[in-house]
């Protein structure tokens, strides 16, 4: 049983389980070892200086990206190169989460935690613009710190997401320490609904070229991702941002993907312990789901998310935008309509979800805040046997936040 399920029986049911082919589990630090020693453009200790200033942005706890071992790979280069550890900075990418507490700094950096700062989306510098699509300049603003350094570094996690395609690059940097303008811009209604920005694209994807856009203005110099599947860490990637990106996205699609036939009553959608903490993060599974290649669900279908929420709804500004409009709406499609005229930053998650929630219901089961799942138009049951019909055909993604699903050839 995968870890993102809790123990579930439903002997009235047929149940298909899907398990992506999932790939080769590699060791993080020596995956990320050769990836720096054979990087796409040149090395990091040729980039830069002894007496240069580095900021090296990282991800937060929502992301289970090994930092702790990315950053110590990426310090012992810059040690190559002279550049003393007192001229380093570590920025928390948190975008419009909550800030990291010391013990999780403490927990993802390790010994280089006294290094980190989190990161404020208020405090924020422009440093340029990019064009979007449309012809606007996009304000590109910037953590002070980033802005002020004279290299740029960041880690990432390359892993499916709904709206760019595959996270990392150069979107752990310009999201994760960027301000609300290029938030706003990007999770904006007119952006989310352009052909291409979807879960599992990155070529044609107007989310993804514009992120790509602001790595190329802000001057990320050097990144070190890397990709997971079930069995752990896939590979690792390093140098120019895109190269980086498009690297592992496919390593990603080639061990996440999984061809879906038949049609189904119901999809329990499992998410790994970092996206089940807030309703923000586990209704990922439900949109990634539903908004992939191939929606598995039949008409009126339902998706079922097991997750305990500690959080409730989350504690990021952005969490909290996501929470009021879905307890403000009457139902999913006034919602919807509503929200295709703009909304706040962070608010995006409602968009995705009401989207969703036109065409299905969504269960979450086993939460420690059921009023709160009440609250933003979803259903809350005490575990997946309370939310599944008997009887109904069932496919059980273990988590769907590493599976692609996509159509039958």
Known sequence: MDDSLPDY?????DVTVLSPPGGTAVSPRTAAERAVADPHGPNLHDLVSPDETVAVVVTDVTRATPDDVLLDVLLAELAEADVPRGNVSVVLGL???RPMTDEEIENALGEHADLAENHDAEAVMEVGTVEAPDGVAVPIELNPTVADADRVLATGMVEPHQYAGFSGGAKTVAIGAGGESLIRYTHGPDML?????RLGRVEDNP????LNDAGDVIGLDFCLNVTHGPQGILG??????RDVVADLAEVAK???SVPVADDYDAVIAGVPEAKAANLYQATRAATYVVLGDRNPLRAGGRVV???DMPEGAGEGKGEQRFYDRLDGASDPESLYDEMRTGYEPGAQRAFIVAHVLRDHDVYVT?????EIVEDCLMHARDSIEDAVEPGSEVLVVPNALDTLLVRAE
């Open 305 to 307: 998310v097991p997750a």
């Open 9 to 13: 029986s439903l002997p009235d049911c």
């Open 366 to 370: 086993g939460s420690e805040h059921p």
């Open 95 to 97: 975008g419009l989460h």
């Open 193 to 197: 609904s352009r052909s291409g920005v």
């Open 236 to 241: 690792a990637s390093a140098g120019y941002h």
């Open 254 to 256: 080639e061990a996440l």
């Open 207 to 210: 989310f993804r070229e514009l």
